[in-house]
């Protein structure tokens, strides 16, 4: 995902073998002067110090800049002020996909952690539901730990980190792939695009969170919000036991007001106030908003609300940015793939045995197996095999910020 493209005015990487070599080997490559007298010192020094620029400009083409120092914006700070949240407290990110958003939750003074501010998600790839292989475009759902290692203020994307994928648990079901990123500009081929302006200010807000002694930070990615309608909506996809899994962490955060500890145990995320604790301690008020928005789901189910998946052509983006899509934006990665938004896709009317969808995780259980007419309504569908790789795109700055 993290392409790379020569700086201007950069020599080629391919054209260095032969200056490498003679200035490895120690032979005097240089010119001679008027009265052909060669003056191997001098130009030697010259050389070893140009071919050391050279050499840096073709490993890390963003050296030099200083974009990723760049302060945090006077209005965020003054937002931080009034949530009694200090610059340098914890973070947590939040990325959600099917709403195009990316929250940023803070640590307050109270040392639960509050969200601070959202931010529209200009692109990401695939369909809802995890990444499960190298060059599937999707991007990655779980929670994945960011440290100050996975930083990237050289990317080609202008600013950038890499969520970790695959993780212990992608590991753990043999899921491929890497350079998962999130990232500027509004392209992706898995990763999620925020454009140049929210990726400089997530980023200085990161920076500032590892500056005041924080080591790591939790980066969750869902398919969407938690909500009780977004569950009984997406109740019959196969999905959906993974989903609830990422459920249990979520309801844990916004209960608990902190970090839930992760481990991988079975093949699941089990989640926590220590890590590497399989049978944690319940937590009675996550069981209990657990066990509300269970009931929850099952009376829209039994009211009526459809069954539905959402068929992407190739992901999606806010829709802030579809409402302005021609002005301004450049490089976008298949826009035609998201210009008219996903279909959906009824599977069932929503009452009946299917009422309690969400409950079973079993896939023998008839309520979680979907019938004849639900497998021809997805036969219909577009379909749905893993696009090619896209190609290499340009990664020029976008013109300005658009949140």
Not at 328 to 352: D, F, H, I, K, T
Request: proline share 7%; charged share 20%.
């Amino acid at each position: 995902m993290q392409g790379m493209q020569p700086a201007t005015g950069t020599i080629p990487c391919g054209r260095l073998s032969g200056a490498i070599k003679r200035y490895r080997s120690g032979v005097p490559h240089f010119r001679r002067d008027s009265n052909n007298n060669g003056v191997p010192m001098v130009k030697r020094i010259v050389a070893a110090t140009a071919l050391a620029l050279v050499l840096t400009a073709c490993q890390d083409y963003g050296s030099g800049s200083t974009r990723h120092l760049a302060p945090i914006p006077a209005s965020t700070l003054a937002l931080m002020e009034s949530k009694s949240m200090a610059k340098e407290s914890p973070i947590v990110i939040r990325s959600y996909k099917k709403e195009g958003e990316m929250e940023i939750w803070k640590q307050t003074s109270s040392g639960r952690y509050a969200l601070l501010k959202t931010y529209p998600i200009c692109r990401w790839s695939g369909q809802l539901g995890p990444k499960k292989r190298e060059g599937d475009r999707q991007a990655p759902e779980g929670f994945y730990t960011i440290n100050t290692s996975q930083m990237n203020p050289n990317s080609s994307y202008y600013l950038s980190f890499d969520t970790g994928y695959p993780n212990a648990y992608d590991r753990s079901l043999g899921r491929t792939g890497a350079h998962l990123m999130v990232h500027g500009a509004c392209s992706s081929s898995g990763c999620f695009a925020m454009t140049d302006a929210a990726i400089a200010e997530i980023y200085a807000i990161g920076r500032e969170s590892f500056a005041g002694g924080q080591t790591s930070f939790q980066f969750q990615s869902f398919p969407f919000r938690m909500t009780a309608k977004n569950l009984a909506q997406h109740r019959l996809d196969p999905n959906m036991p993974f989903w609830k899994n990422l459920k249990e962490g979520s309801d844990y955060f916004e209960v608990t007001g902190q970090e839930p500890k992760i481990s991988v145990c079975s093949q699941r995320y089990v989640f926590g106030s220590e890590t590497g604790n399989c049978s944690p301690t319940p937590n009675l008020a996550v069981q209990a908003k657990t066990a509300h928005d269970e009931q929850e789901v099952t009376a829209l189910a039994t009211r009526g609300i459809p069954a539905v998946k959402l068929v992407y052509a190739d992901g999606d983006q806010h829709e802030s940015f579809k409402r302005g899509f021609t002005t301004g934006m450049q490089n976008v990665s298949r826009p035609e793939a998201v210009a008219a938004g996903p279909q959906e896709v009824v599977l069932a009317p929503g009452s009946g045995s299917r009422a309690m969808a969400f409950g079973p995780e079993t896939t023998g259980d008839p309520a979680s197996t979907p019938s004849e007419k639900v497998k021809k309504n997805l036969a219909a569908a577009p379909d749905l095999k893993p696009a090619q790789e896209e190609e290499r795109p340009f990664y020029q700055r976008l013109m300005g910020g658009l949140f």
